[in-house]
């Protein structure tokens, strides 16, 4: 016993001071690279591990190169940015998890020219006085959408949170009890309408909503109808839902005001292309609806934004409102904003340059020839099948619910991983890599691979299948 004893304390003697590493020619070389703190912490838990490991009886290697491999690891793991990028390969398009929409060339480029100085970004350069932010879209989406006036906040939560708080503080708001959503990430309507004041006042069933429910509900207190986007799901089978023609209608005869909380709310028509039966933003507003909001990282494509386009009247209070201040949007949104907006002023150039766009229209051809590429790219084992089948993605995000995209993506079976082995060192490597399963095969989907990360990705899966 006593000669264990003996032997932990000299092997904890045998561990190097702190100042003796910071001293070393290794340890100089960390602080020239490195802030000051971070080596200083990694130096002291690289040795406190390696004295609890000694303590509990353990020979751990205490060589000075091991100790500094110990130590330079820890380094970069505390230095490393927690914010990185990641490979899609669930084949989601607008997977919040994973950032949303990915920005077109054009918008990064307009954040850096607008970020790096100083900017018009409140100042009318005309007049040389003060100006407003939300002056440089209006043009831009009010031309696109049809809609009197425009303003921008932070995300459409935001949004309507304004909107609501603007027309409905302390009154009711009509909507049908089939539109209370949530979407994912606890946007839920009925707290987001709790949370602005508004008084929420439910109509109709869940799969069966009237318009005469709405007109019933109607009384001295009411302050808006509202109409929301099922977004992130279907309600099938013995249905109806009142149309935003009818609301307006109904809206009109009882002057009130109507709003369509649009969710993805898409420019670019995807029905022409045979995909979902998402009205443009256009359309919905020539129905005469008082206001719809939506977002400005689903299936536009851009920066996490919301947008409010409506009557100039509504927009113009909207602005005023003193929580317009607390939900605005910096100047890196705005600048990727209208790169994303003027991008949409010609539709077909939109849909080239848009990643979002791009991914959803993108050709099943065009998708099997990356897979096929990744598939070849990829070195395995004997015991290891790498095919390329087809599979449906889709479009993620809330946005076209129940559609499916047909998709070609790289399976991978393997006799001595699982799937969820593999999934776990796809998405531990780094880059991370996120793919999915699907019964027993782990799938890549190649719709949201680009071309130029499928080396990484083949590189990835050739060193874990090997
Ligand atoms: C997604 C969505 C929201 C929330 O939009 P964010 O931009 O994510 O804040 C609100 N309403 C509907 C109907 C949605 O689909």
Known sequence: MEGADKNVRSRLMRLPAVDEILKSGEGRGWLSLYPRRYVLKAVRDGLEALRRQIIKGGEPPCDPASVSAGIESLIKEYV?????????????????NLGRAPLPGAALENVIRIAKGYSNLEYDIAKG???????????????????????VVNNNAAAVMLALSTLARGRQVIVSRGELVEI??????????AQS???????????????????????PDTALILKVHQSNYRITGFTSEVSV???????????????????????????ARGIGAEPVVSEVVQTGVDLVTFSGDKLLGGPQAGIAAGKTEVIGKMNENPLARALRIDKMTLAALEAVFFAYADPEKAAGEIPVL????????T?????????????????????VVADSSEAGGGSLPGVKLATFAVSIRSGRLTPNRIEEGLRLGSPPIIARIKEDMLLLDARTIADEEVPA??????ELLA
């Open 197 to 219: 004041g508004a008084v929420l006042m439910e109509v109709g069933t869940t799969n069966k909503t009237h318009l005469r429910d709405y007109e019933r509900a109607i009384g």
């Open 358 to 365: 791009r991914m959803l229209l993108e050709k099943p051809e």
């Open 184 to 193: 994912g990430g606890s946007f839920r309507i009925p707290d987001v309408m």
């Open 80 to 96: 490393a940015p927690s914010l990185r990028g990641a490979i899609n390969a669930t084949g989601v398009v607008l997977h919040t």
């Open 129 to 151: 006085q003060r100006g407003k932010r939300h002056a440089h879209l209006r043009r831009l989406i009010t031309d696109i959408t049809g809609a009197g006036d425009a303003t």
């Open 367 to 387: 998708i099997c020839e990356r897979a096929g590429r990744l598939a070849s790219a990829t070195r395995t084992g004997a015991d290891v099948s790498v095919e």
């Open 457 to 462: 990705v083949a590189a990835r899966l050739s």
């Open 245 to 271: 023609e009818e609301l307006v209608a109904l809206g009109a005869r009882y002057r009130l005001p109507v709003m369509y909380d649009l969710g993805s709310g898409c420019l670019f028509d995807l029905r």
